[in-house]
C-alpha cells in the first residue's frame, strides 16, 4: 500500500500563490507517475497537474496553464504543486494520486492511490 498525505492549502486572496506538498510513504518504489486533482462543490473531480518519475515529462489542464507548477523530490518522496496568480475559479479540494505506471495521465480512473485532500479557498 502507498499513503500519500496533502499539506499547504489555506485562505488566499485572489491573485496570491500556495505551494501543495504530497509526502508519500510504504510501497512507493511501485509508483512512478504522481498528479494532483481537485474537485469543487458540485463539480466532477478535475485533473490539474502531472508528473512522471524523473519529472522529464509534464502536463497541465487547460485552466491552470502559465500558472501553476508540479515538481517532485524523489529523495525524500514529496510531490509539489506551486500555484500562482490564483483565481476564485481555484477554490476546491486538491488532491494528491499515485500510479504504477511511469506513463503520464489526466482522468481519475487511471490512477491507484489517493490522498485525502487539502482546501484551497481564493477570495475575491
Known amino acids: 500500500q502507498v499513503q500519500l498525505v496533502e499539506s499547504g492549502g489555506g485562505l488566499v486572496a485572489a491573485g496570491g500563490s500556495l505551494r501543495l506538498s504530497c509526502a508519500a510513504s510504504?510501497?512507493?518504489?511501485?509508483?512512478?507517475?504522481m498528479g494532483w486533482f481537485r474537485q469543487a462543490p458540485g463539480k466532477e473531480r478535475e485533473f490539474v497537474a502531472v508528473c512522471n518519475w524523473s519529472g522529464s515529462v509534464t502536463s497541465y489542464g487547460d485552466s491552470v496553464k502559465g500558472r501553476f507548477s508540479i515538481s517532485r523530490v524523489n529523495t525524500n518522496y514529496t510531490l509539489y504543486l506551486q500555484m500562482n496568480s490564483l483565481k476564485p475559479e481555484d477554490t476546491a479540494i486538491y488532491y494528491c494520486?499515485?500510479?504504477?505506471?511511469?506513463?503520464?495521465?489526466?482522468?481519475?480512473?487511471?490512477?491507484?492511490?489517493w490522498g485525502q485532500g487539502t482546501q484551497v479557498t481564493v477570495s475575491s
Open positions: 510504504g510501497r512507493i518504489f511501485s509508483i512512478y507517475t
Open positions: 494520486a499515485a500510479r504504477h505506471s511511469n506513463l503520464v495521465a489526466t482522468t481519475p480512473d487511471e490512477y491507484d492511490y
